[in-house]
């Protein structure tokens, strides 16, 4: 089965940008994936869809500066001029016909 | 607006049996798979398993198989989430979720908690 491997944080300043990173295990390089948001406290939020082809299809009401990306096995996920509610977990996710699984998830600080 | 309501937070002891729920409205709900996430506190989110409530069609991730039950009321539009005997260990916050091609929608959650 498919695994995700996230950094377990990251930062940056309020306005700036941020790339987080999603990589898939070997011989799933070619899955689709999904980005979710966790703000504190709250439930996940559906973020977007994201190919292998680097094509994403995003979710009613997330901002334009919500980007997806991919590379290879990798899936990224760019969030440009950094607000404070954009402090969050952002966790990837991926499925084949029998299973559904999530990466450990990235905590982004927006100093 | 499609939305999916959870039962609220629920305090069992250990033994006990739970059952909870996840309603769906304003989409057709026998048509999109439904699942289940388990978010143990301070740790990350982890699949339990999915049900099609249009044939009740259901999968379950390997660490969760036998532990619970999912099962779905399509008459009422409503997903569960059940166990027969609760253990400190499931003392956790648990998500529904409606999965699409396009979108997820995600419940607002319903806590329990499992203490002596």
């Known amino acids: 089965q498919p695994v995700l491997t996230q950094s377990s944080s990251a930062s940056a300043s309020l306005g700036s940008s941020v790339k987080l990173t999603c990589t898939l295990s070997s011989g799933h390089s070619s899955y689709i994936i999904a980005w979710h948001q966790q703000q504190p406290g709250k439930a996940p939020r559906y973020l977007m869809k994201l190919e292998g082809s680097g094509s994403y299809n995003k979710g009613s009401g997330v901002p334009d500066r919500f980007s997806g990306s991919s590379s290879g096995a990798d899936r990224y996920l760019t969030i440009s001029n950094l607000q404070s509610e954009d402090e969050a977990d952002y966790y990837c996710?991926?499925?084949?016909?029998?299973?559904?699984?999530f990466g450990g998830g990235t905590k982004l600080t927006v100093l | 607006e499609v939305q999916l309501v959870q039962s609220g937070a629920e305090v069992k002891k250990p033994g006990e049996s739970l059952k909870i729920s996840c309603k769906g409205s304003?989409?057709?709900?026998?048509?999109?798979?439904i699942g289940w996430v388990r978010q143990m506190p301070g740790k990350g989110l982890e699949w339990m398993g999915i049900i099609y409530p249009g044939d009740s069609d259901t999968r379950y991730s390997p660490s969760f198989q036998g532990q619970v039950t999912i099962s779905a009321d399509k008459s009422i539009s409503t997903a569960y989430l059940q166990w027969s005997s609760l253990k400190a260990s499931d003392t956790a916050m648990y998500y529904c979720?409606?999965?699409?091609?396009?979108?997820?929608?995600w419940g607002q959650g319903t806590l329990v908690t499992v203490s002596s």
């Open positions: 979720a409606r999965l699409s091609a396009t979108s997820y929608i």
């Open positions: 996710e991926t499925w084949d016909s029998n299973t559904r699984v």
């Open positions: 304003g989409y057709s709900f026998t048509s999109y798979w």
